[in-house]
């Protein structure tokens, strides 16, 4: 049973999009199991499918993997988005560790909208803007594509939802945000009626609560 | 340049401790330099030391580390306790990353204001003997083996560790219902590079105090 990957999650972004991306990214095509009621939820858990109770799982070459970050690094790895070395490494995990943080869930972004725009202006995307500057290449990391990359799209996407002027005093990152965008894989995944799930409504935020009894 | 690994944190637990555990682990001297008030936090932020104006940070093998995850994956990767392929390393990062959000749990026990402590603890006790524990516990049971994963030492051994030492700070006998964590606890901390750690003169340092708090606050707020 090799097969594609297998997401369980909820029909939205979440924690599991950054996945969604990734394997987007690498080319990798994959089926996604959606979890619409608690009961969906609580089946999974007595099914003992759920190391620690909780999604993302995804089931990948024989592995129900959970932990986001553990399941972004198994693709990072598997498909070559990692750096070359261990120095490059460090560098990609620190960049994308730190993109995935200030994108929490709906309910938690409206509330801190106006901390993640501050957040995205003053300490996370100057960064970015500093290392293209930097090195003057394509790419964050090594001058190839990495999971740092496909993480930073994601990112400037989402935070441009929130304010969408929000690049404007970071040229480098628009010209990036251009080019990664243009990527097969990438351009593909932006298209619609690709899996890239939408922005999260009120309406979806009430569903996710009842899910997960929050 | 000495050139030991040089960390840069206040001088408790917190968010440098795990890297602390597994730079110990690995038989690696450091050094620290210490953040002591709020304009020591400031210099290394003009300095432009500080990626994303935070710590922990680590200067090591000519970087600058920020993240504590980062560092620790640097870290673990180097010194080989990631497992000998990509599948152990899966199973090590999974089983990690739910030790992580155990030890933030714990972590963050002590900066609760007062008419929520009692909840935090008996949710962070809940966790650690309802879900997490049992997990490691089966692990072993599964195997049989001396160690998490893959019969050797790797950095899911030395963070369980650290973790189950944690927990019974708050609860003594929180590892009652868990015999097959009691024997790993007592073998992972017989290991010379760990013992050497849990000797009282090491770099490894005591539970930070309620009176220190307010400190610290003061430091990054």
């Not at chain 1, 690049?167 to 619609?192: E, V």
């Not at chain 2, 309802?130 to 030492?153: A, C, I, T």
Request: with cysteine; proline share 5%.
């Amino acid at each position: 049973m090799a097969g594609k990957p297998k997401l369980h999650y909820t029909k939205g972004r979440g924690k599991m999009e950054s996945i969604r991306w990734l394997l987007a990214a690498a080319g990798v095509e994959f089926e996604e199991e959606f979890i619409e009621t608690k009961e969906d939820l609580e089946k999974l858990r007595n099914d003992g499918v759920l190391l620690f109770q909780q999604v993302p799982m995804v089931e990948i070459d024989g592995m129900k993997m959970v932990q986001t970050r553990a399941i972004l690094s198994y693709i990072a790895a598997k498909y070559n988005l990692y750096g070359k070395d261990l120095k490059e490494r460090g560098t990609t995990d620190l960049m994308g560790m730190i993109m995935y943080l200030p994108f929490q869930p709906a309910d938690t972004k409206e509330k801190n909208l106006a901390l993640i725009i501050e957040r995205a202006t003053t300490r996370y995307f100057p960064v970015y803007e500093k290392a293209l500057k930097d090195h003057g290449q394509d790419y964050l990391v090594g001058n190839k594509l990495s999971w740092a990359d496909v993480h930073l799209l994601e990112a400037i996407l989402m935070a441009e939802e929130c304010k969408p002027d929000v690049l404007s005093g970071f040229p480098l990152l628009q010209a990036f945000k251009g080019r990664i965008s243009n990527i097969p894989t990438i351009k593909k995944f932006l298209q619609p009626g690709s899996q890239r799930k939408p922005p999260t409504d009120d309406k979806f935020v009430a569903v996710v609560r009842k899910i997960f009894n929050i | 340049m000495s050139g030991k690994p040089k960390l840069h944190y206040f001088n408790g637990r917190g968010r440098m401790e795990t890297i602390r555990w597994l730079l110990a682990a690995a038989g690696v001297e450091f050094e620290e330099s210490y953040l002591e008030k709020k304009e020591d936090l400031t210099k290394l932020q003009k300095d432009g030391s500080l990626l994303f104006q935070q710590v922990p940070m680590v200067e090591m093998d000519g970087m600058k580390l920020v993240q504590t995850r980062a560092i620790a994956n640097y870290i673990a990767t180097k010194y080989n306790l990631c497992g000998k392929d990509l599948k152990e390393r899966a199973l090590i990062d999974m089983y990690v990353e739910g030790m992580f959000d155990l030890n933030e749990l714990l972590m963050t026990y002590v900066i609760q204001p007062a008419d929520k402590k009692e909840q935090h603890f008996a949710n962070m006790m809940d966790k650690a003997t309802n879900r997490y524990f049992p997990v490691f516990e089966k692990v072993l049971k599964d195997h049989g083996k001396d160690f998490l994963v893959g019969n050797q030492l790797s950095r899911a051994d030395v963070q369980l560790l650290e973790l189950i030492l944690m927990a019974e700070e708050f609860k003594p006998d929180i590892l009652a219902q868990f015999p097959l964590l009691q024997r790993f606890k007592a073998r992972i901390s017989n290991i010379p590079t760990i013992k050497k750690f849990l000797q009282p003169g090491s770099q490894r340092k005591p539970p930070v105090r309620e009176e220190d708090v307010a400190k610290v606050i003061k430091i990054f707020y």
